[in-house]
């Protein structure tokens, strides 16, 4: 008979003693069983204990947090959370030095139990940290310590962080503007100044004031501090007020950009990133990768202003780009004298640069998005690009009329489908690292991205052999390219116009056929029984990949207020598919993380449903995270018994629909994903193919049939890394 819900057998260790096995009724007061334990050791004073986990980050257990203790625990006797603070909290003001740093070295790790720092703060500890800092008299791993106490005792948001002193922000901001600091000091004074900007409006300025992006720069080339230093960047330009923040242009032919923009456009900056980061002989890890991500996204969002700027049809120095447009591509045509003779042909050359509006074309740019942002890009290819632009309008010009490409409507409305591609205006969203190496190979990548896809653009209207009826059509199949090249990632511009070169509309042709291939073939009445046949069959197959990559596992990152400290765990399912283990990890593992090294554990057997998106616990408690789209997209919780939840954010889309699929396929359900569509849709193609070559290469023999072949199948796996 199995136990009561209630009862957990746990072990307590007590240093210097035999463990105690009891049997924990979760309905008793804790301090109850912590009576019953001391009173097994002969110890005094129960109130003076409390219990903590022996494995992993060791927390104290509290009645809020008990729930979280399964069958087979290992806890550890230890003294309260209120005398450890008491105690730590006199032993750090001590005046032996050694006995200074053993307290702070263990404040460092206790500080993270969100119980223990309750009770530190409660006793003015984050007050006595500060004041030690700001003394100047601690050095090298001491210093290190207290940094980092101080840093998780402000994690916690129990004390605001617009009580920090000025006094204590010059002593931090001095440690980064010094030149020889040790790196683990250099490391939480760029993290305390992060969450400094992040979590207060007033400390950005007075953090703004100390720290300039372009005393971080020259952190940037050293390997253990610069995804701290990236950070603090992007925090600073991500809480600027707008005016430090976006671009202004107080002449639309001469662009000046105010100092965080011109900060993140100079190219030191971005050369270094290059060169010292993304070209750096380290491989780039998920929060390196993040904050590239996050730093793109914001320098792309300084085209934002700009992108949703009406033109003033009545203002002249924005009419003047247009006649700047005109001059350049007609050059030597002297205007004709009288002023119905240039009206005239102005409006033919108008029309020849493709424009909508022929009478006026300052109307074309009075949509928003993509506003100003569209004449500023045609602005930049007919002055850089100049012998670019002028083939692309007078090609088009002397086309026949139904095949001609206009060029102002087609730049136009590729600048807003780029502006949607790349998400112009929209906050990074938490987790995501789709950051692009090419972007930072070049000071002006946003043009020059332009410019090589307008030709791409005119190209491919060549290739379609397209007319005015097309332009969707044409620009449906330039968003594809566009979007298989940059899933390619390359690596420079130049790499950029080989990956576009590649992809022609033949291809995309080729590629559209093969993908559509198991939607549209076979659908005669025999093909579709053997289709449904075979169904069956393919379905087996995809669940038992399912299964067997649960049982290889994956890493999942957790979710917390810093993004600089990655915290993860991990979780795999038993090789009999009959016990999800999990467990915390002090990094992200290279390949399988080992069954003993997964402390926690659930039985399949007490789960009860799999939860996604926003029905997710996690993602209720986390409001922050609801304008982030994507961590929404790739959330999904487990439901066990009795009313638990494990709740995972995947790394990516392909990770969510294994896991889901896998965890559906091990609860019986139905495996509902996109993936499982497609590989079922694929494989029942490939399948039905081979089949039906077989059919073909049989010959009628007089003799008896043959035997028939077995079914084919298939060794189904995939590339996960």
């Not at 008491?86 to 790790?109: M, N, P, T, V, Y």
């Not at 559906?664 to 399948?687: F, K, P, V, W, Y």
Request: aromatic content about 8%.
């Amino acid at each position: 008979m199995p136990p009561p819900a209630d009862i957990v057998k746990v072990a307590i260790e007590w240093p210097g003693a035999n463990a105690q096995l009891i049997e924990m009724d979760q309905k008793r007061p804790l301090s109850s069983i912590i009576r019953e334990v001391c009173d097994g050791w002969s110890l005094s004073g129960s109130e003076q204990f409390a219990l903590r986990y022996a494995d992993g980050p060791q927390l104290y257990i509290t009645e809020q947090s008990r729930g979280d203790i399964k069958n087979g625990t290992i806890l550890r006797l230890a003294i309260s959370p209120a005398r450890a603070a008491r105690q730590l909290l006199e032993r750090i003001q001590s005046h032996s030095i050694d006995a200074r740093l053993e307290a702070l070295k263990e404040l460092a790790k206790l500080s993270a139990d969100p119980t223990f720092a309750a009770e530190f703060i409660n006793m003015e500890g984050i007050g006595t940290l500060a004041r030690l800092v700001e003394s100047g008299t601690h050095f090298g791993e001491m210093l290190a310590f207290t940094l980092t106490a101080f840093l998780e005792l402000m994690d916690h948001g129990i004390v605001s962080w617009d009580l920090i002193s000025l006094s204590f922000i010059k002593q931090i901001a001095g440690y980064v503007n010094q030149p020889m600091v040790d790196v683990s000091i250099l490391q939480r004074s760029l993290a305390i100044l992060e969450s400094m900007v992040l979590n207060s409006h007033s400390l950005y300025h007075r953090v703004a004031q100390e720290i300039t992006v372009g005393q971080l720069i020259g952190h940037l080339s050293n390997q253990e501090i610069q995804t701290y230093a990236i950070a603090l960047i992007n925090a600073l330009f991500l809480k600027a007020p707008e005016d430090r923040r976006q671009e202004e242009y107080t002449n639309p032919l001469e662009q000046h950009l105010t100092e965080m923009a011109s900060t993140l456009a100079q190219k030191h900056l971005r050369s270094i990133i290059l060169n010292h980061v993304i070209r750096g002989n380290r491989p780039i890890k998920a929060e390196m990768a993040h904050q590239l991500y996050v730093l793109q996204v914001l320098t792309f969002n300084l085209l934002e202003e700009r992108m949703m700027t009406k033109m003033d049809p009545n203002d002249q120095a924005q009419r003047d780009i247009i006649f700047e447009l005109r001059r350049i591509a007609f050059d030597g045509d002297t205007d004709p004298t009288g002023t119905e003779k240039r009206k005239a042909m102005y409006t033919k050359d108008y029309k020849m640069l493709g424009f909508t509006n022929h009478l006026n074309p300052a109307m074309d740019f009075t949509q928003t998005p993509p506003g100003m942002l569209a004449l500023d890009n045609m602005l930049y290819l007919a002055r850089v690009h100049q012998d670019t632009y002028i083939r692309i309008v007078l090609e088009n010009s002397s086309r026949e009329d139904k095949h001609e490409c206009p060029f102002g409507r087609c730049a136009i409305e590729l600048t807003r489908m780029l502006c949607e591609i790349l998400q112009v205006g929209e906050l990074p969203n938490e987790g995501c690292n789709d950051y692009h190496p090419m972007f930072f190979t070049h000071d002006r990548a946003w043009e020059e991205f332009f410019c090589v896809c307008i030709q791409l653009l005119n190209k491919t209207w060549k290739e379609m052999r397209a007319t005015a009826e097309d332009f969707n059509k044409v620009m449906q199949v330039v968003r594809e390219q566009i979007t298989r090249a940059l899933a390619m990632k390359p690596s420079s511009i130049d790499q950029l116009k080989n990956k576009l070169r590649g992809l022609n509309y033949s291809e995309i042709l080729r590629l559209r056929q093969s993908e559509r291939m198991s939607q549209d073939d076979f659908q005669s009445p025999p093909i579709i029984e053997l289709r449904e046949r075979i169904q069956p069959e393919i379905l087996e197959l995809i669940k038992q990949q399912r299964l067997n990559r649960l049982c290889e596992g994956s890493c999942f990152r957790k979710l917390g207020n810093r993004r600089r400290q990655e915290k993860f765990w991990f979780c795999r399912l038993s090789l009999n598919h009959k016990v999800l283990h999990y467990g915390d990890l002090e990094e992200s593992p290279q390949g399988e993380v080992p069954f003993e090294l997964l402390s926690d554990k659930i039985p399949v057997s007490d789960i009860k449903s799999v939860l996604t998106g926003k029905d997710c616990p996690h993602m209720k408690e986390k409001s922050a995270l609801k304008q982030n789209k994507e961590v929404l997209e790739l959330a999904f919780s487990v439901l066990y018994d009795p009313d638990e939840t494990l709740n995972f954010v995947a790394p990516n889309k392909y990770e969510y629909c294994i896991w889901t699929d896998g965890l559906c396929a091990l609860l019986g359900r139905e495996m509902g994903s996109d993936l499982t569509r497609s590989d079922l849709d694929t494989l029942i193609s490939m399948e039905m193919k081979l089949r039906l070559l077989d059919l073909e290469n049989i010959t009628i023999p007089e003799a008896p049939p043959p035997v028939p072949k077995e079914p084919s199948s298939y060794n189904f796996t995939y590339n996960y890394s």
